[in-house]
């Protein structure tokens, strides 16, 4: 499955080197962020039926027998040598150094719980700081999601024998 994926995923990234377009060219043209458009073309998010005819009129080229391979789920993966490039090691640093002080504010500003990645939207955006040097802007935006108490009571298999409805 993943020499296949990869196979695929080679095939998405030369039809949007060829097209010439960035990935905020193709995320303004489709209405989805910069980020969720560089999933889709590695497989890593699945392609919604509505969103499909917008990606292909933004990828002219994009093989039509791509298109029902991207609306399936994808595997969502990693390799793991992927922590070897040095923007991915450094992501992964500032996570880890501030990760910390995020879930400290988070739980002082929501509560006892955490931010989902799945119902996440993710932008990378370029700026100028205050010294006129580019700066990257990386936008996570997660639903909150508080942890429960675990009452046995409101356990729907401890109220009811396993395997009945």
């Known amino acids: 499955m993943e020499r296949k994926k990869a196979k695929i995923v080679a095939e998405l990234q030369a039809v949007k080197h060829n097209s010439g377009k960035s990935y905020n060219q193709l995320a303004e043209e489709t209405g989805l962020t910069n980020v969720y458009v560089a999933q889709l073309l590695r497989r890593q998010a699945q392609l919604n039926p509505q969103t499909a005819p917008l990606l292909r009129a933004a990828l002219p080229d994009l093989p039509q027998d791509l298109v029902p391979e991207m609306m399936r789920p994808p595997l969502r993966s990693y390799d793991p040598n992927l922590i070897q ?52 802007v990386l936008t996570f935006d ?14 729907v298999s401890r109220t009811r024998p396993l395997g009945k409805q």
């Open 85 to 136: 490039d040095p923007t991915v090691y450094r992501l992964n640093e500032a996570v880890m150094h501030f990760g910390e002080s995020i879930k400290e504010i988070i739980n002082e500003e929501f509560g006892d719980g955490t931010m989902s990645a799945i119902d996440f939207y993710c932008s990378v955006d370029k700026i100028k700081g205050v010294d006129g040097k580019d700066r990257v």
């Open 142 to 155: 997660g639903k909150y999601l508080p942890h429960s108490e675990q009452k046995s009571e409101h356990m």
